[in-house]
């Protein structure tokens, strides 16, 4: 189950990660031509969801890898599912469809949840 998990957790880590980077430093116009969702919410948010998902990364990985509180990975797994369905309705508010990849995201983090509660 161990092995299971690192083979999920490690690409969702380093997904959020990158994404969380990007809307964390990078400008608006830096952001619409690769989300173009990013003239619905105000920029602090925008920072803010930036500095969710590196924490979220981060709560993925450190946990089971120091073995202080293991079960906050679960916590990190679902806290992904919940932003992921939030972003879901964000871009259907916006009038944007393309949602495959907040699906499969969604599908990912779940099957992160199972595994993290057995570490």
Do not use: C
């Not at 957790?9 to 990660?17: I, Q, T």
């Not at 969801?49 to 916590?75: D, M, N, S």
């Not at 469809?97 to 699906?103: D, F, G, M, Q």
């Amino acid at each position: 189950m161990n092995i299971a998990y690192w083979i999920i957790a490690v690409p969702l880590a380093l997904f959020y990660s990158y994404a969380g980077t990007l809307k964390a430093i990078r400008s608006r116009d830096q952001l619409r031509p690769m989300m173009a969702w990013v003239d619905l919410m105000p920029l602090p948010a925008l920072r803010a969801l930036g500095a969710v998902e590196i924490l979220g990364a981060a709560g993925l990985v450190l946990p089971p890898l120091t073995g202080i509180v293991p079960r906050l990975a679960a916590y990190a797994a679902i806290g992904f599912v919940l932003l992921q369905a939030g972003a879901i309705a964000v871009h259907l508010r916006g009038g944007d469809r393309r949602i495959a990849l907040n699906a499969a995201l969604i599908v990912i983090a779940a099957a992160a949840v199972w595994p993290a509660t057995r570490l």
